[in-house]
């Protein structure tokens, strides 16, 4: 029998599993800004099952590419489909199954962080007794148990991290969106975030997350799209993107054409005897 593409637009043959769908689908993803063109129409698809990073220097059009791709910013031209879904002629289904930690997340601060949940859990349309069920749950894996009945207005940088991050996962999204998710993050915090993430990953959920330390994105992701200017400059597994270069580091610089300055004598007075 020849082979046969699917309705999610994977291909079957017979005794082989389908291929999934990518997690992302962007087609000729265009936004600016006054004069200023923040994505300079990119084509990318995220494989399905995977821990994504999508790194690039500040400016580069992380945080835009992840705002439209989840629906919070209209692109000025170009498709999107997340899960199989076009994000703009389907955004109910297309936010049914995502989770979103967003870069400046804002919280509803006069709640406690069990009421946030709860709000958010039945926001979602999840039976009470489910949401209870897993937000005691997410508390305690996150390390929050001891302050969910503390407002979220008191809470820390961490602290506020990971309960954005537990709102995110409580409806168990298919693709989560992270956009710097250990920014300003103690260790501490950090490796609790980074153990609930790579648990979700292997259950076969996808996980997306910008950043622009390399160290992080080396020791977390198996699948980089490197970004700059707005435009993507190389994309594939950890292994492909590094290439020949000694580190994910060494190889981003170079693919982003960035190289030490020479400060000549400009900074002649920096530093020395006072």
């Not at 926001?123 to 949401?131: K, S, T």
């Not at 170079?254 to 004598?265: F, I, K, P, Q, W």
Request: with cysteine; hydrophobic share 40%; proline share 5%.
């Amino acid at each position: 029998m020849p082979d046969q593409a699917d309705s999610a637009g994977g291909t079957e043959t017979a005794g082989v599993a389908p291929t999934p769908p990518p997690a992302v689908r962007v087609e000729g993803l265009w936004k600016r800004f006054g004069e200023q063109v923040a994505v300079a129409g990119i084509d990318l698809e995220l494989p399905a099952g995977k821990f994504i990073g999508l790194v690039g220097p500040n400016g580069a059009g992380k945080t835009t590419t992840l705002s439209m791709v989840t629906g919070l910013l209209r692109p000025d031209m170009g498709r999107i489909e997340v899960a199989g879904h076009d994000v703009w002629r389907d955004p109910v289904e297309v936010k049914s199954r995502i989770g979103v930690l967003p870069e400046g997340l804002r919280l509803f601060e006069r709640l406690s962080g069990r009421e946030l949940l709860a709000y958010n859990g039945r926001l979602r349309g999840l039976p009470g007794a489910e949401v209870d069920k897993r937000a005691t749950q997410l508390l305690d894996v996150l390390d929050l148990a001891g302050a969910q009945h503390k407002l979220v207005v008191d809470y820390s940088t961490g602290m506020r991290k990971k309960i954005g991050l537990a709102s995110a996962l409580l409806h168990n999204p298919e693709v989560l969106f992270l956009d710097e998710p250990f920014e300003g993050v103690d260790p501490v915090s950090a490796q609790t975030i980074r153990g609930v993430l790579e648990r979700y990953t292997r259950s076969g959920a996808t996980v997306v997350f910008s950043s622009h330390v390399m160290e992080l994105v080396e020791s977390l992701c198996d699948w980089v799209a490197v970004m700059a200017a707005g435009r993507i400059r190389a994309r594939g597994t950890l292994t492909e993107v590094r290439g020949e270069a000694a580190s994910l580091q060494d190889a981003f610089l170079e693919l982003v054409g960035a190289g030490v300055r020479d400060t000549g004598d400009s900074l002649d007075w920096l530093g020395g005897a006072r």
